[in-house]
């Protein structure tokens, strides 16, 4: 079993940069891939970056490309999404994910977190 906790949202106006951070419990982290995905509201939750257990390979959504950074540190447990020049259709509640996958699907992850919500304002 793992529990996920995310930390790191709020407002922040349009250029902005935000980092959240999720802090995983149990000893096999780094054995897992760790994501970042996002719902906003009245919209299904989509898949925003990847990053496997060796840290070599990750995904961002086409609409992040060059914006946001997904990284970890398995001495910590913990995974991080960089968040650059936030753009108000970034506004979300971002959720973290675990899962033996490479997939970017919502049903190939197995644990998730509560959420946190970014508000980007223009």
């Known amino acids: 079993q793992v529990q996920l906790v995310e930390s790191g949202g709020g407002l922040v106006q349009a250029g902005g940069s935000l980092r959240l951070s999720c802090v995983a419990s149990?000893?096999?982290?780094?054995?897992?891939?760790m994501g970042w995905f996002r719902q906003a509201p009245g919209k299904e939750r989509e898949f925003v970056a990847g990053?496997?257990?060796?840290?070599?390979?990750?995904y961002d959504a086409d609409s992040v490309k060059g914006r946001f950074t997904i990284s970890r540190d398995n001495a910590k447990n913990t995974v991080y999404l960089q968040m650059n020049n936030l753009k108000p259709e970034d506004t979300a509640v971002y959720y973290c994910?675990?899962?033996?996958?490479?997939?970017?699907?919502?049903?190939?992850?197995?644990?998730w977190g509560q959420g946190t919500q970014v508000t980007v304002s223009s």
């Open positions: 994910a675990a899962g033996r996958t490479s997939r970017v699907v919502v049903s190939f992850w197995d644990y």
């Open positions: 149990g000893r096999t982290f780094s054995s897992y891939s």
């Open positions: 990053i496997f257990w060796s840290g070599s390979s990750r």
